[in-house]
């Protein structure tokens, strides 16, 4: 018996798998390295002390998905795999829908044909659109802005649907809100390829001299200093949100929603100011226009994971930055 982990060894997935193998669950990983590398099945073993199946397989790959559920009894999926750029799936659509709804499509046609049925899904708080008003409830009406966010929300219907047709399955949808961060060891982190497109990632680079600048997209937004707010959460903390959501999986059947967010919203000058003060470094900045597309503010209320899954995020800002900069300056070359 094992959960299957897609997009393992990817940035959430791989801080994911480190958790599950830590409290003794069984695991197989799938993923076909796109955007990630075969060394990162070293480091979760190093950092977890166990050992796993790793398979590079693509999830366009049918039989070879069909193949990872023959050799072993999978009997929960976290469904990590996809991609996930903003604004490359606003130059790539047919790629990003094809790769995350055909991927997903394949995954759950091989889960139902071996009796699989129940799948923790990576959602993301862009299906909440612009927001009305903030905190974020999971029943706030959902609309989105671009393809990525289209695929996410497409697949939370798919995978309702799903469960509509079949009432044993157990579906979790977690939408989670600006994962920064990295492993305490400093081992594991983002790597993002090229220019970062994310803030945390972007300050990195400026810290480490690979970037001479921060541009802040904006100061005119109705916030408390003019710069967009988000609710940044460390990815251990969303990693921990996973273990919650299995054990869920394995009580219930039905669809439920969770925000995985920490229900504190912080500026861009808010995160430039906390890194540079956990690190004792100074980032430069430039305020530039706003970027198309963005929302002025975006953060959530978690109350139904605290309550439900008895889940909430301990790490605080501190530790986000501490933890991004350790690990970016151990691997960035
Ligand atoms: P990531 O790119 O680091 O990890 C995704 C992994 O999936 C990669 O290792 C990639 O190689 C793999 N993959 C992609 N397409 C695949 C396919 N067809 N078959 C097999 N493997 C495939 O991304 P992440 O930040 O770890 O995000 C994980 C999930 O969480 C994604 O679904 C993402 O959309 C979602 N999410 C991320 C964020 C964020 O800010 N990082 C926010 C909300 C939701
Ligand atoms: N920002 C800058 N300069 C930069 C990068 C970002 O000022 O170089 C600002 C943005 O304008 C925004 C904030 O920093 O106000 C955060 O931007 P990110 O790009 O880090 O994150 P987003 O909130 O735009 O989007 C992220 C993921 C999406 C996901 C969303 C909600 O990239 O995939 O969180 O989960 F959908």
Redesign the pocket.
């Known amino acids: 018996m094992a959960i299957l982990v897609?997009?393992g060894?990817?940035?959430?997935?791989s801080h994911t798998s480190i958790e599950l193998l830590k409290r003794g669950e069984r695991i197989v990983v799938?993923?076909?390295?796109?955007?990630?590398k075969i060394e990162m099945c070293d480091s979760i073993k190093k950092l977890s002390g166990k050992d796993f199946k790793f398979y590079q397989?693509?999830?366009?790959d049918k039989p070879e998905v069909e193949r990872v559920f023959k050799e072993n009894k999978i009997e929960e999926v976290i469904h990590?795999?996809?991609?996930?750029a903003v604004g490359e799936s606003c130059e790539k659509p047919i790629e990003y829908y094809h790769?995350n709804i055909t991927?997903t499509l394949n995954l759950v046609d091989v889960m139902r044909k071996n009796g699989c049925k129940k799948i923790v899904f990576?959602?993301?708080?862009?299906v909440y659109g612009d927001p009305k008003t903030v905190p974020i409830k999971e029943d706030f009406p959902l609309s989105t802005t671009n393809p990525?966010g289209s695929t996410?929300l497409m697949i939370e219907r798919i995978l309702t649907d799903v469960y509509k047709s079949d009432n044993e399955w157990s579906v979790i949808l977690l939408r989670?809100f600006?994962?920064i961060g990295a492993h305490e060891s400093g081992e594991i982190g983002?790597n993002p390829n090229g220019i970062p497109n994310?803030l945390m990632p972007y300050i990195n680079y400026v810290a480490a001299g690979k970037l001479d600048h921060l541009n802040v997209f904006g100061n005119d937004y109705d916030t408390h200093d003019g710069t967009g707010v988000r609710d940044y959460i460390h990815v251990v903390d969303l990693a921990l949100g996973h273990l919650k959501a299995i054990d869920k999986a394995r009580k219930i059947t039905g669809v439920e929603a969770y925000n995985l967010g920490t229900g504190t919203g912080y500026s861009v000058l808010d995160i430039v100011k906390a890194f540079e003060k956990a690190n004792d470094i100074k980032i430069k900045y430039e305020i530039t226009n706003r970027r198309p597309g963005d929302i002025a503010v975006c953060f959530a209320d978690p109350t139904k994971a605290k309550e439900e899954l008895g889940w909430e995020a301990t790490r605080d800002l501190e530790q986000m930055c501490k933890d991004s900069w350790k690990y970016t300056k151990n691997n960035i070359k």
């Open positions: 897609t997009g060894t990817g940035y959430i997935g799938l993923d076909n390295l796109s955007n990630s397989v693509d999830l366009l990590f795999a996809g991609l996930k790769n991927g990576s959602s993301s708080a862009t990525y996410k989670y600006n994962p983002e994310n």
